[in-house]
């Protein structure tokens, strides 16, 4: 007799979550995410509230270990204070935009490995370039480029680019600390690392939108052939815009094939928050298919 895993009956029992950071632009996104859906969610911060996160949209709670008793997961948008999730006994969803790398991510595909205790986010661009298989067939050789913009680092992207742009535009050199490196009106091209595919990253200067350009061969003796599109992705009639993107909840996909289907671009406009982030961490909750 096969019996039900424990995440097929989370998906007919509101599961009981808490995010913390629950104040941040991730934090935000989060828990208006997973309140659309089947859970139960308490807004954490990170530490004493502030006045406007009290008065704020979002009720947004100070952190304690009382809050947590009786909860199914802890999801970090932001880094508390590590006494706090001292003997938690339930799961742990690491999404800070600089994870604990000591802990396996999160599948590409599934829910949540059974005993497994804690895992981390993996980058929107790993989540995208595993539907390639899905959106052409016969696909051989692959590379490209992959235009990056700063919402992977959610407030501090944001904030970042805005205190550059009005550097910049003031004549002043931009302050680096929080991107790390110089973005404002500049485009920083970041070499592959060895071993890891020929895809060149480029970080653009905008906040929302990544686009992935693809260069896709076919196998020999074959050809490509386009697929219909998987659920959250979208054949497009031209290659995506940075803004398309952003008022997008889709995937855009766009392809220019060669006339013997022997070739072709793929380009792939995605918002790195929703395909980074929000689709994972519904998907191994159980609370996305």
Not at 35 to 62: C, H, K, M, N, T
Not at 143 to 156: E, F, I, N, Q
Request: hydrophobic content about 50%.
């Amino acid at each position: 007799m096969n019996l039900p895993s424990v995440f097929e009956i989370e998906r007919h029992i509101m599961l009981k979550l808490a995010v913390i950071g629950a104040q941040t632009m991730l934090g935000r996104e989060l828990v208006g995410a997973l309140e659309a859906r089947d859970a139960s969610v308490v807004p954490l911060s990170i530490g004493a509230l502030s006045v406007d996160e009290e008065v704020g949209d979002l009720v947004v709670f100070a952190p304690s270990q009382l809050l947590l008793e009786g909860l199914d997961a802890v999801i970090l948008a932001d880094t508390p204070d590590l006494a706090l999730l001292e003997g938690f006994p339930g799961r742990i969803l690491d999404l800070r935009s600089e994870p604990e790398a000591r802990i396996d991510p999160v599948p590409l595909a599934g829910p949540w490995p059974q005993a497994v205790k804690s895992l981390r986010g993996r980058p929107a661009l790993e989540q995208v370039l595993v539907l390639i298989p899905a959106l052409l067939g016969g696909v051989g050789d692959v590379g490209g480029t992959h235009l990056r913009s700063v919402a992977w680092m959610g407030d501090r992207g944001l904030d970042g680019l805005v205190e550059q742009t009005l550097a910049v535009l003031n004549g002043d050199d931009p302050d680096l600390a929080k991107l790390g490196y110089r973005q404002a009106f500049e485009v920083v091209p970041v070499t592959p690392v060895a071993g890891r595919g020929r895809l060149m990253e480029i970080r653009v200067p905008s906040f929302h939108g990544d686009l992935v350009i693809l260069q896709i061969r076919a196998q020999d003796g074959q050809a490509l052939t386009k697929q219909e599109a998987p659920l959250g992705v979208k054949w497009v009639e031209t290659a995506p815009s940075s803004r398309d993107v952003a008022v997008s909840a889709d995937l855009l996909a766009h392809l220019d094939l060669t006339g013997d289907s022997k070739a072709a671009v793929l380009t792939l406009g995605f918002d790195p928050v929703l395909w980074g982030v929000l689709r994972p961490t519904l998907r191994v909750l159980g609370l996305m298919d």
